[in-house]
């Protein structure tokens, strides 16, 4: 809701991402490498640092037949689905649920030796928004995350170290239109995908360990979640 502490943050992440996860890859000078390819799937990392510490923007680039931005969108944004397909995934908290499209989190992930556990704290907003570049383009649905505070849940007060991280889950439904008066079936859509993400660390972690974590752990996890989606929605009707 518009009144909400939080609304102003959310308004401006979302559409600094949106904008960020438009942008292609521009020019092989950006550089992006890509790092991880399966099928439709590309996945592009840049190695950045600060203080010392990984924090490598991911961006992954995927086609997935038969499912719409909003199905993707609607899967990733609900808690209810969140065990289902994340598998890092050690205990959720809806911390407060901000508005219908607004939630706050608390995730703790299991943890990855010999780095520690780290927990997380984000608000996460689901968007439906028209292409405003190409009035005939396909619209855009979106998740954004992006970490923040909150007073009852202080930065590494347990055993887990605190990250920081924003995603944003970008989608963008095409339709091939059938024969003239048959109906739109999943034959007939598909959704391209861009995720984006930057991980925070928080406390040290080795570089390497980081580097083979996310170039193992990114690609498992966008498969693993659209497979999720590809089977949660085969047998119901198309939310466009
Ligand atoms: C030393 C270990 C540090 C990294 C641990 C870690 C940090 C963050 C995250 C993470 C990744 C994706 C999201 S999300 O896209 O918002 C979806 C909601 O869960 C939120 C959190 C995970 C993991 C741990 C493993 C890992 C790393 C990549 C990809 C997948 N798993």
């Known amino acids: 809701s518009a009144s909400h502490r939080l609304w102003p943050e959310i308004e401006q992440v979302v559409h600094q991402q949106v904008a960020w996860a438009r942008l292609g890859l521009g020019d092989s000078g950006t550089g992006w490498q890509l790092f991880a390819e ?28 038969g499912i ?8 990733f944004f609900s ?76 930065a590494n007060s347990g055993k887990c170290v605190r990250i920081f991280l924003t995603v944003c889950m970008l989608c963008q439904t095409r339709v091939i239109p059938p024969k003239e008066g048959t109906p739109i079936t999943r034959d007939n859509i598909s959704c391209k995908i861009t995720y984006c993400s930057v991980v925070n660390p928080g406390g040290w972690a080795p570089a390497s360990v980081l580097r083979a974590l996310y170039k193992r752990e990114y690609p498992k996890f966008l498969k693993r979640f659209t497979s999720y989606v590809t089977n949660q929605t085969k047998d119901k009707p198309i939310m466009f």
């Open 38 to 65: 399966d099928g439709e799937m590309r996945m592009y990392r840049r190695e950045e640092e600060v203080d010392g510490m990984v924090v490598d923007p991911l961006k992954a680039v995927h086609i997935v037949k």
């Open 79 to 154: 808690p209810q689905y969140r065990y289902d397909w994340e598998t890092t995934l050690e205990q959720m908290t809806v911390l407060e649920t901000i508005a219908d499209d607004s939630c706050l989190f608390l995730q703790t992930h299991k943890r990855i030796w010999p780095a520690s556990q780290r927990d997380v704290i984000f608000w996460s907003h689901i968007r439906h928004l028209p292409n405003d570049q190409d009035r005939d383009g396909p619209d855009i649905w979106t998740v954004v995350n992006h970490s923040t505070e909150h007073k009852d849940y202080p």
């Open 68 to 75: 719409t931005g909003h199905e993707v969108c609607h899967y």
